[in-house]
């Protein structure tokens, strides 16, 4: 096992899927975890179950940013995980011709603007000792265009490649402070639950929903999570600016087009 052992890490989103099963992980990995998430209920519970610390963030706020930063100036991993698709509070139109400007902004507020700040601020709290790993959460559908959901794909491709410049801005400096994103495609998280129900069809709908995926499966949270470790470790010291898919080898071949 890959060992965070006296690492502090941050873990945005935590409260549920993702970002939950990274903070299980780091924890395991003999971590100092600080889940944080805008839902203070299930984050505290999630704390709770894992035996960490929790912060209500709101990744949006800068103020709430600089509050971290004043309760956690040193830390050696940020997990820049929060984030949505903009489907949560509007069902759509979500196309590039028919998307409300308000729902565009909504989303990059969160995936966009929450990344810069998460960013900034691991930044300073890593220049403390002048190292550390910044791992941002983008996704596959930052790699292609997504027509039914035009501000998601943008917020993502924004995330691939602010990691860069920071990944560079930092190497510049001199620190050894790496910034890398992780591209993760179907995910079997709860979001998908609704779709799939728990009824006799439910493997089949799993089935067609990765129909074109060559591994013929979902990825799971555990292996997006393991990924995190290595990132956050020492064993990936030579790894900056890298964007790692998880999805399956979809994008491996011009034959697996997004949906």
Excluded at 88 to 94: N, R
Excluded at 215 to 223: A, M, N, P, S, Y
Excluded at 229 to 243: C, I, K, N, Q, R
């Amino acid at each position: 096992m890959v060992g965070l052992q006296n690492k502090r890490c941050v873990v945005t989103g935590g409260a549920s899927g993702i970002g939950r099963g990274i903070c299980e992980a780091f924890a395991r990995c003999g971590a100092s975890v600080l889940l944080t998430d805008i839902d203070e209920a299930a984050g505290r519970a999630a704390a709770t179950d894992i035996d960490c610390d929790f912060a209500v963030l709101d990744v949006r706020d800068e103020a709430q940013w600089f509050d971290l930063e004043q309760s956690d100036p040193a830390i050696d991993v940020l997990v820049n995980n929060a984030g949505i698709t903009g489907f949560e509070g509007s069902p759509g139109p979500h196309d590039p011709e028919h998307a409300s400007l308000a729902d565009w902004h909504a989303v990059h507020a969160v995936n966009t603007d929450g990344t810069f700040l998460g960013c900034r601020y691991a930044i300073r709290a890593m220049k403390a000792t002048g190292a550390g790993s910044i791992i941002n959460m983008s996704s596959r559908s930052g790699l292609v265009g997504i027509p039914g959901a035009a501000a998601y794909a943008a917020s993502k491709a924004a995330i691939r490649n602010h990691s860069k410049s920071v990944a560079l801005y930092c190497a510049q400096q001199g620190w050894n402070i790496r910034c890398n994103s992780v591209h993760p495609a179907a995910i079997l998280t709860p979001i998908w639950e609704p779709m799939l129900g728990d009824g006799p069809d439910r493997e089949a709908k799993m089935a067609a929903l990765v129909a074109d995926t060559p591994l013929k499966r979902f990825g799971t949270i555990e292996e997006v999570a393991a990924l995190c470790v290595f990132l956050a470790s020492d064993e990936s010291a030579y790894m900056t600016g890298a964007e790692l898919t998880l999805d399956g080898g979809l994008l491996a071949g011009s034959a697996a087009s997004p949906g």
